[in-house]
């Protein structure tokens, strides 16, 4: 991941700035305290003194830490850590002699106590070298815990909209199937209104084919929608049936919601709201205010019908992806069930690019 990368360059960075800064020390200390020019003596000296801390870092950043101490195998890596210090001090103390930078009497211009670092005891080095591999690993677990952090958010974005995408889809077959039975039954009551249903029927899928798989729509546009489906159901019932729609003009084309939101409850009002023996009626008004949404849809409830009404798979959907997308307060969902009418009022706010 992206992220992922930043973090790794940004870490590698802060190391190279330290040690830079480390071998630099001796430079700037030399020349403060030969005023005129550089000891490259007294220079050799701290950077063979530093050189071993240098290579158990190096070992330490690359191999151990990440290979035992972040995949939590602790007592391997705490061993092959201390392996490491005496494995590389050793060597220095036996042969210290032997490594030792010969220095021109001339150029000597100041004892080894007064270079940037000195000798010192076996025990001191490791205490020492410990406590550096103790804050390169601090350092890494900080940028481990940054990462996974950071991982951990951009997967539960990716999850959202999986869950968002799948909710809203899921809605789509449960429409059309309603649909096509509705056609299905035109066919051989009135072929000529089956035609009409069916190019009804192709604007809506144009919407859900290019339309539907965005973020937010045009609240113009799923106002069409609805218009459209509200035609198409026209056709299958009789003039007795009381349908109204009410919505408001001349909307700012960036006036937008999530898609397929209110056409679950037009169609729940259609499924549970009509009889075609008793007085039926539907009214939906789309109102728009203060950047807010609001969607109302009333319909006639038969007593005595059997079941309750009851809104089926799409409006749990929609309460998911409501909450999804708005939070669990950043909408409101009013559903009111009384003895002759069932009311839905939906609140939400618009949404901007």
């Known amino acids: 991941m992206k992220i992922t990368r930043k973090q790794t360059i940004g870490e590698n960075l802060l190391y190279v700035m330290v040690w830079s800064a480390i071998i630099l020390v001796p430079v700037l200390n030399s020349q403060m305290m030969s005023e005129l020019h550089v000891d490259l003596g007294n ?3 701290a950077w063979r003194q530093v050189a071993p801390y240098l290579i158990i870092f190096i070992v330490h950043n690359s191999v151990l830490a990440p290979r035992f101490m972040l995949r939590h195998k602790y007592w391997m890596y705490l061993a092959s850590n201390i392996l490491l210090i005496l494995a590389v001090f050793t060597p220095v103390y036996l042969l210290g002699d032997r490594l030792v930078v010969q220095i021109p009497v001339e150029q000597a211009t100041h004892t080894l106590r007064n270079v940037s670092f000195t000798n010192l005891e076996m025990y001191w080095n490791v205490v ?7 804050a390169n690993s601090g350092i890494k677990l900080m940028y481990q815990s940054i990462r996974d952090e950071q991982q951990m958010e951009e997967l539960k974005q990716q999850n959202l909209q999986a869950e968002m995408d799948y909710l809203k889809y899921q ?6 199937m309603n649909t096509l039975n509705n056609i299905h039954a035109l066919i051989d009551i009135d072929p000529e209104y089956a035609k009409s249903a069916v190019i009804e029927l192709s604007k809506m899928m144009r919407y859900v084919l290019y339309d539907s798989g965005r973020e937010r729509i045009s609240l113009n546009r799923d106002i069409q929608f609805l218009k459209n489906y509200i035609g198409l159901m026209r056709i299958r019932y009789t003039d ?7 919505s408001p003009r001349d909307l700012p084309e960036q006036v937008s919601i999530p898609p397929l939101l209110f056409i ?5 009002a259609f499924k549970h709201g009509v009889s075609y023996n008793r ?3 539907i009214h939906l008004t789309i109102g728009y205010a203060d950047d807010k949404v609001t969607g109302k849809i009333v319909n006639s409830r038969h007593a005595g019908s059997g079941k309750p009404h009851k809104a089926g798979i799409g409006l749990e959907n929609v309460r998911k992806r409501l909450g999804l997308i ?3 307060r950043g909408y409101t969902l009013d559903i009111r069930e009384e003895a002759d009418t069932y009311t839905v009022e939906l609140v939400i706010p618009t949404l901007h690019a």
């Not at 020492?128 to 103790?134: C, Q, R, S, V």
């Not at 007795?240 to 009410?246: P, S, T, Y």
């Open 240 to 246: 007795a049936i009381d349908i109204r729609i009410d």
């Open 279 to 281: 007085r039926s009626f």
């Open 171 to 176: 809605i789509n077959p449960h429409f059309f």
């Open 264 to 268: 679950v409850f037009v169609e729940n």
């Open 128 to 134: 020492l070298a410990l406590f550096m591999t103790g």
């Open 326 to 328: 708005y939070g669990p």
């Open 43 to 45: 220079v050799l000296i």
